[in-house]
């Protein structure tokens, strides 16, 4: 598998349209997921999906092969969402953080009766900025410093905005078990 | 909640998503495939190099042949020494085209192989119809065997042995009449035998400096061709008998060699082609003095060659900007100028000796650069951006060039012309959604956004310098204006006529004249 990862990555640095292709049925699916939750439409996700395998052919020779190869690709898609998403905030209105900090946070994390897709569905209610921090922390493995670093907020700012992440997606987990009809 | 009740929350959102995607619909791919760059069409770079290579070692092989000195060869010498000094008269024959030839119809010289300098002293019979070069000599072969001292070197057949000028003492001695051996060796080139018309050679004859009295003696031109010019004369003046006897002495052993070349106008008067020759023979008993002076410095210059035609390849690096019309947005206002390329090939033809036109194909980029930082409300910046628009074009640059000024070496002027360009690819970030994502365009692309036929107009100037007869290093600094807008009007994007500056360097070779 890593051997035929190496040949499709030495054609995707040749420019070959067949590697490139390759390369794209490989990890779109997967990058795809990862610009879903950071993006805030499926229109957008797609753009950034588009961005990001467009940055990864064009700056290809910028991997050096020190970490899997996915992990990088991930984090052009995480870097490319992101990017989206601040310029979605600069054209239109957004939530505001201080409104979402008004919704209280029951206890309670019941995962297993919500699917992959719902529970996307439901991150992708949160306010921008909680789900990004969230989506960060949670799923990508990053740290407080390289989430400021990366939104460009402090530590402490991703720390609280995190902690009303969860509490807000609690809740929105929470009301959706409640109201699904195998709830008992 | 506690902070292991968090972590565990965080771990099943990780596990719950940590395989999670879902499937792109294929216009996502039909996207990419139009924002990359397809590296494999950048073959014509390689073509361009060969292409480039191809016409410079045509250029020099050709520039080769022509600059060749004509291959010289003496019949009359070879004409005067009997067939049993051919071997020795590998030098004084100059030729080796047909040396047994003219060694047959010339047998009966009196001379034998190894005779030395004294036999060739000696008068032979002159035969009926043989070429031989009209010139003064000493009176007696006597006084030419006590001064004669020859100096030269025959060119080979080929006329790639070096020429040298070993005369002694010689450039400052007076000319004197008819005390000192001269000679004149007759001399056919390859384009003469052709024509069957004889080529004269000139050669001169130096008396060493301890001699009283020396004479060095130089053939006047035109009567040797004179001779040549009819080889039916049957007359024989003791100036042809000198030269006979001198040009078998060259044959003879002990002859020592030196050659040297006249001025240019000299050489004219036998078809441009000859190359004249001083021919220095060492007689037996007598000490070779060492030579002192160079009898003629002058190196021989390579007749320049007359432009016609000539073949130039340039290139170089450009500053580029553009001169936007109305309706301008706010990103395309932050643009900053960019580097860019450009380079060519073509032809030109002097029309005059002052202009000349030029023809050829182009490839030109024009660019311009973006710094960008994006920025939320609080003024916290949260992206920068560095992107850079460029326009790829394939340009027909059609120049006109007016020389002000040259010398030998160098020639100067302006230029200036236009050039149809054809887009080929684009990078910008006009299309984009948020304007400041950049976007490939291709001519097969649907959308309407660009001319794909464009005219610029060029003016510059031009200075050349000669490193080598025909070969010229160019510098010109030039610049560049589209004279139409590169946006297509009907796509509502803002007038957009790019400019640039820069300097192209290259070569330049002018091709053999042919009237």
Sequence with gaps: MAH????????????????QRALYDQLAYRLMGVCLRYCPSRAEAEDALQLTFVKIFTRLDQFRGQGPFEAWARRIAVTTSLNLWHQHQLRGPQVEPDEAAEL?????????????????????????????????????????AEIGELLGISEGTSKSQLSRARRLLEDKILAQANSSPYHD | MTER?????????????????????????????????NRRRRWWRGALLVLLLVGTVSYLTISTRTQRP???STPAAV?????????????????????????????????SPNTGAAPSLATPETQPGTNVATQETAPTASRQADRGLIAGRLTDPTGKAPRQVLAPDSATQPQSEASGATLAATSTTSEGRKQHKARAGVALVVLPKQYPNPTRRQIPAASLET????????????????????????????????????PTNQTTLFGGRLLPLLVRLQLPGLPLPRPTAVL????????????????????????????????????????????????????????????????????????????????????VPLVITRLRDYYRLLTVPMEAHYLLGATTRWRYGVQAGVAPALLLSARTTEGGACNCQQQQWQPSDSTRRFRQLNLTLTAGAFVGYQAAPGLW???????????????????????????????????????????
């Design chain 2, 70 to 72: 004509t291959p010289i």
């Design chain 2, 227 to 262: 001779t040549y010019a009819e080889p039916t004369n049957k007359e024989t003046h003791p100036e042809q008998e000198a030269a006979k006897n001198l040009t078998a002495g060259l044959s003879s052993e002990g002859a020592a060699y030196g050659s040297s070349s006249l």
């Design chain 2, 79 to 111: 004409a005067t020494v009997s067939p049993g000094a051919q071997a020795d008269a590998s030098v004084s024959s100059g030729s080796s085209s047909r040396p047994q030839s003219a060694a047959a119809q010339a047998p009966s010289t009196g001379l």
């Design chain 2, 5 to 37: 009740e968090s972590k565990e929350f965080y771990d099943d959102l990780r596990r719950k998503l940590e395989e999670y995607g879902s499937p792109p619909p294929e216009s996502v791919w039909a996207g990419i495939r139009q924002q990359v760059p």
């Design chain 1, 4 to 19: 035929t990862l190496d040949a499709v990555l030495e054609g995707c640095r040749r420019g070959r349209p067949s590697a």
């Design chain 1, 104 to 144: 209280h946070h029951p206890d309670g994390t019941p995962f297993d009766q919500l699917s992959a897709d719902d529970l996307v569905a439901l991150i992708n209610t949160l306010p921008p900025g909680y789900r990004a921090v969230l989506n960060l922390y949670a799923i990508e493995g990053y740290t407080h």
């Design chain 2, 473 to 515: 290093l160019t510098l010109r600094p030039q610049a560049q204006y589209f004279l139409n807008s590169i946006t297509d009007p009907t796509s509502g994007r803002a007038a957009r006529h790019p400019w640039s500056v820069g300097v192209q360097g290259g070569i330049s070779f002018d091709l053999p004249f042919k009237p």
């Design chain 2, 296 to 379: 003629v410095p002058e190196v021989r210059q390579p007749q320049p060659i007359k432009p016609n035609w000539a073949i130039q390849a340039l290139g170089g690096p450009t500053v580029s900007y553009r001169k936007l019309g109305a309706n301008v947005r706010r990103v395309e206002q932050l643009e900053r100028p960019a580097a860019g390329y450009g380079m060519q090939l073509g032809v030109a033809r002097t029309l005059t000796p002052r202009l000349s036109l030029s023809v050829g194909v182009g490839y030109t980029e024009v660019a311009a650069s973006l710094y960008l930082r994006l920025q939320k409300a609080d003024s």
